[in-house]
């Protein structure tokens, strides 16, 4: 079955620089990669997709980049604020489906 | 947008005792539903894939008597905790995906603390 590894684990940066999360997957048949924001005891919120058709998504200050030969994908926040510090967490399947998760990255944002 | 409700949103029970969780999506019909369970400080963890009409689909490790899945109708799937313990405290979410939309929506979550 699928296997996503996400790295780094805890990550802390200065409000106005950029974070970046990565992950990897292990089932090359995987075709559809989410990433979902979490707050405590809430439910995970979408903040970008991409599928396999295509190499790079971009949403105003996130990006998400996929590399299928290498079977990684990473996230991109640029100009961090405050209100970016959350835990993400990313995900693979095979279409919009059962979603495995990684095992998410607690994101704090230092003013 | 497609909405999915869950409920109850927090629940404690005593150990020994079942609890149910639900699971409905308001605006479109799911055939299969998905249940996850989270620990404090961890990762989701898929449990079950849940079919309308027919068995669920439990996940390596995850005790079929104990969860026991039910999805009855196209709107509904229902998780219920038998003879729970502590050690069953945790969030359990679910989520339904939208064909039509090729993208999942996820309940609200439910909190379960076993006493």
């Known amino acids: 079955g699928e296997n996503v590894e996400q790295h780094p684990s805890t990550l802390s940066v200065q409000e106005g620089d950029s974070a970046v999360i990565k992950c990897t997957y292990s089932d090359s048949a995987s075709n559809y990669f989410p990433w979902y924001k979490q707050e405590l005891g809430k439910r995970p919120q979408l903040i970008i997709d991409?599928?396999?058709?295509?190499g790079e998504k971009k949403d105003q200050r996130i990006a998400v980049t996929l590399n299928k030969t290498a079977k990684h994908f990473s996230l991109h926040i640029t100009e961090t604020q405050p209100e970016d510090s959350a835990v993400y967490f990313c995900?693979?399947?095979?279409?919009?489906?059962?979603?495995?998760f990684g095992q998410g990255t607690r994101l704090t944002i230092n003013p | 947008g497609a909405v999915v409700s869950q409920h109850p949103s927090r629940v404690i029970c005593k150990s020994g005792t079942s609890v149910k969780i639900e699971c409905r999506s308001l605006?479109?019909?799911?055939?299969?539903m998905f249940w996850y369970r989270q620990f404090p400080k961890q990762s989701l963890m898929l449990m079950a894939t849940?079919?309308?009409?027919?068995?669920?689909?439990?996940e390596q490790g995850v005790e079929k008597d104990k969860f026991l899945i039910n999805h009855a109708s196209l709107t509904l799937s229902t998780l219920t905790v038998t003879s729970a313990h502590p050690e069953d405290s945790s969030f359990y979410i679910c989520?339904?995906?939208?064909?039509?939309?090729?993208?999942?929506?996820f309940g609200e979550g439910s909190w379960l603390t076993v006493v």
């Open positions: 991409i599928r396999s058709n295509v």
């Open positions: 995900a693979a399947s095979q279409g919009a489906q059962k979603l495995v």
């Open positions: 849940s079919n309308e009409g027919s068995k669920a689909t439990y």
């Open positions: 605006d479109f019909q799911a055939t299969t």
């Open positions: 989520s339904a995906p939208v064909v039509s939309g090729n993208t999942i929506y």
